[in-house]
Structure formats: structure tokens, C-alpha cells
């Protein structure tokens, strides 16, 4: 069975650090691109990183450049975000996902040929 799961999320103060992980199995997650996303009551989820399955190439939206990293280790089939400088607006639930390559649409990373989500965690960071 195909399944994604991220853990790590949890209440931070502004100007904190959290670092998401998210756990895949049933295939291998080297072989895809990957991306996490956030989303907030009443709004769309949007594409914040992305890493490619071919060069190692990232996108980032602007709102997370320079804060946010992403990174996949290979051994432990597992993708993460190290987030900096957390920020109110950073309150989020947050989703790791992998498909076939990634692009960038409207300043936010896309996966193309999307193949799986994981479920979720939240992150709040109090204003």
C-alpha cells in the first residue's frame, strides 16, 4: 500500500524552527518528485517546495524563499522542510506529496502526473 505521513508539526513562537517529515512507503520515494504544501481554512493549498527526481532542481514560492528547505534522505525514504523563521502567516496544515516533475505556476511549485498525498499536520505559530 502506497502511503505518505508526515510528522512534526506542533505550535512554535514567531521566529522558531520546525522540521516536517514526511515517511513514504510502498514505493521509493528517490524515484519521484516531491513537494510539500500548506493550506488554510477557505483557501486553496498551495505548492510551497518542490524538489525534482532528476537534477535535485527546487522551487520555492517567495513568501518561504530563504527560510524554508527541502530535502529528501534516500536511506530512510523520507522527505523534509526545515522551516526558519517562523511566522504567523506560516500557521498552516501542512501536506508532503510525490508524482512524476514538478513546475511552477502563479509563484507556486506544481507536481505534474500527481501520484499520492500524505494526510497532513498542523503548524501554528501564535501572532
Known amino acids: 500500500q502506497l502511503q505518505l505521513v508526515e510528522s512534526g508539526g506542533g505550535l512554535v513562537q514567531p521566529g522558531g524552527s520546525l522540521r516536517l517529515s514526511c515517511a513514504a512507503s510502498g514505493f521509493t520515494l528517490s524515484h519521484y518528485a516531491i513537494g510539500w504544501f500548506r493550506q488554510t481554512p477557505g483557501k486553496e493549498r498551495e505548492g510551497i517546495s518542490c524538489?525534482?527526481?532528476?537534477?535535485?532542481?527546487?522551487i520555492y514560492t517567495d513568501s518561504v524563499k530563504g527560510r524554508f528547505t527541502i530535502s529528501r534522505d534516500s536511506a530512510n525514504n523520507t522527505m523534509y522542510l526545515q522551516m526558519n523563521n517562523l511566522k504567523p502567516e506560516d500557521s498552516a496544515v501542512y501536506f508532503c506529496?510525490?508524482?512524476?516533475?514538478?513546475?511552477?505556476?502563479?509563484?507556486?511549485?506544481?507536481?505534474?502526473?500527481?501520484?499520492?498525498w500524505g494526510r497532513g499536520t498542523l503548524v501554528t505559530v501564535p501572532s
Open positions: 524538489l525534482s527526481k532528476t537534477d535535485d532542481s527546487t
Open positions: 506529496a510525490a508524482g512524476g516533475s514538478i513546475t511552477t505556476l502563479q509563484e507556486m511549485c506544481v507536481i505534474k502526473d500527481l501520484m499520492i
